[in-house]
């Protein structure tokens, strides 16, 4: 379970007393008639647990790590005189992790959990409720969402119906389910606390259900489901500066996973395409500035980008996006999940302010840009002739071809490289890339990631 990193009270006194009021209905008595000692009828989560529960599996991970040598091996007068042999064979440790996954497919085997329980994993197990366990198959996974698809094969097997997420209110009771500490499955019950929660650095698309039932270390990638038993969030996140629950829990909708699920079954990975358009917070301040009516939120539009599929579809710069689809946008964080999570080619209607006057843009999901860099379009002279593109995980710009005697060529970069800065600053696409450098400077500092490996580059 991943930390967002303060004693809670008990959220059972106040959950147990609600859940009386609501279950002792008419219609709820009628479901669970459940009764004490006298006869009276009690409110229960059991029947509902019994159905669900086979459905939330426990996954143990298996990883073998290369552990590092003491740098003092590295001294060559340290192995001459303690005669170390120069080559020593590499030493190894197989170290083991728990999470939990939730079974969507029970006739296929699906499995759904969170990308970074099985990052890195050399052997996946997925261990059921009833006692078995089987060797999981990883199909793909969507790191910036953090969602991993696995699939086992095994009879019968119960799944869980996945609920759409968007009605979901802040007051409805939610059940978590997973395999906290390793101890084994276990149920926790809450509400929902807040929704649309951004800005937390823990995904690269954040858009997280928060929720008061107890998340712990091992619970990532269980379910969370509603009263009627329906998956409306995969738990991934826990805000714990002490390192266990205090009661601020985070999800990942079922709708956005959802879309990243479909991609990984079709494709085996998510091909997440883009608008070609740099955006920022609309703050009171630019509001005013670009005359936009006091009160209204949205997506600001800072720069739209050549040739992108917003250049083509008409949008500029200084225009503010409040609606996608019918849906209202609020921040920029909204936009980019609106956009990350449909597929390229998809349809978008965008309701736009611009000038003081709402507009509808219809326009289309994009392919990653890509610029071949030519002598008139070269975003430095010493980049000519590479071909540029946005990095599959949107962290860096990737250098997918160099052509044959250009000066990328004699630059020292190869087909492959990410390049994460230059001349000192951050860049993770080619027109943060492009703002970085000048086209008068002589000298051009890259910062490279070469397979596993970190480089600086001086170009001159």
């Known amino acids: 379970m991943r930390r967002v990193d303060n004693n809670p009270f008990s959220i059972w006194q106040q959950a147990v ?88 497919d029970a006739k296929n085997g699906t499995v ?15 261990s059921m409720e ?22 086992i094969k095994a009879e ?40 649309g929660r951004t800005g937390l650095g823990i995904e690269g698309y954040e858009n997280f259900i928060q929720t008061d039932a107890s998340i712990n270390p091992g619970n990532s990638g269980g379910a969370l489901v509603n009263l009627r038993g329906e998956l409306v969030g995969i738990n991934t996140a826990i805000l714990a500066p002490s390192g266990g629950n205090v009661g601020i829990g985070f999800a990942i909708p079922t709708n956005m996973a959802q879309a990243s699920i479909t991609q990984i079954l079709e494709h085996g990975e998510v091909k997440r395409g883009q608008l070609g358009v740099i955006i920022q917070d609309l703050t009171p301040e630019l509001a005013e500035a670009f ?92 980049l000519e002739g590479a071909s540029l593109k ?12 160099i052509a044959q005697g250009s000066a990328a060529a004699r630059s020292g970069l190869r087909p492959g490289d990410v390049i994460f800065s230059a001349n000192k600053v951050r860049v993770k696409s080619i027109a943060e890339l492009r703002k970085a450098v000048s086209g008068e400077d002589q000298r051009l500092l890259l910062q490279v990631k070469r397979g596993r490996a970190a480089l600086f580059i001086v170009l001159q």
Do not use: C
Request: charged share 20%; hydrophobic share 40%.
């Open 112 to 126: 759904v959990t969170n990308h970074h329980v099985i990052d890195g994993a050399d052997e996946i197990n997925v």
């Open 291 to 382: 005359g936009i009516k006091k009160g209204q939120r949205g997506a600001l539009i800072a720069e739209v980008q050549d040739g992108s599929a917003a250049a083509d579809a008409g949008l500029k710069a200084g225009d503010v996006v409040v609606e996608v689809d019918g849906k209202d946008i609020l921040s920029s964080a909204q936009l980019r999940n609106a956009v990350g999570v449909r597929q390229i080619g998809e349809s978008l209607k965008l309701t736009i302010v611009r000038e003081g006057k709402t507009k509808i843009i219809k326009t289309k999901i994009g392919e990653p840009s890509t610029l071949v860099a030519g002598k008139d379009d070269a975003v430095h002279k010493f």
């Open 156 to 195: 019968n097997l119960v799944s869980i119906p996945i609920a759409n997420s968007d009605p979901v209110r802040v007051g409805d009771f939610v059940i978590a389910i997973g395999n906290p500490f390793g101890l084994g499955q276990t149920v926790t019950t809450g509400v929902v606390s807040a929704l």
């Open 17 to 104: 007393a609600i859940l009386a009021l609501v279950f002792m209905s008419g219609a709820t008595q009628a479901a669970w008639p459940l009764a004490d000692s006298q006869g009276d009828k009690l409110p229960t989560l059991a029947p509902l647990l019994e159905t669900v529960n086979p459905a939330v599996v426990n996954i143990s991970t298996y990883t073998t790590r290369t552990v590092q040598q003491n740098p003092l091996l590295n001294d060559p007068f340290f192995r001459r005189f303690f005669n170390v042999p120069d080559q020593m064979p590499k030493q190894k440790r197989r170290t083991q992790s728990a999470g939990s996954g939730v079974i969507i």
């Open 130 to 151: 009833d006692g078995r366990s089987y060797k999981a198959e990883l199909i793909g996974s969507d790191p910036e969402v953090d969602i991993a698809v696995l699939k």
């Open 390 to 401: 946005e990095s599959d995980d949107k962290d860096g710009v990737l250098v997918s071809d």
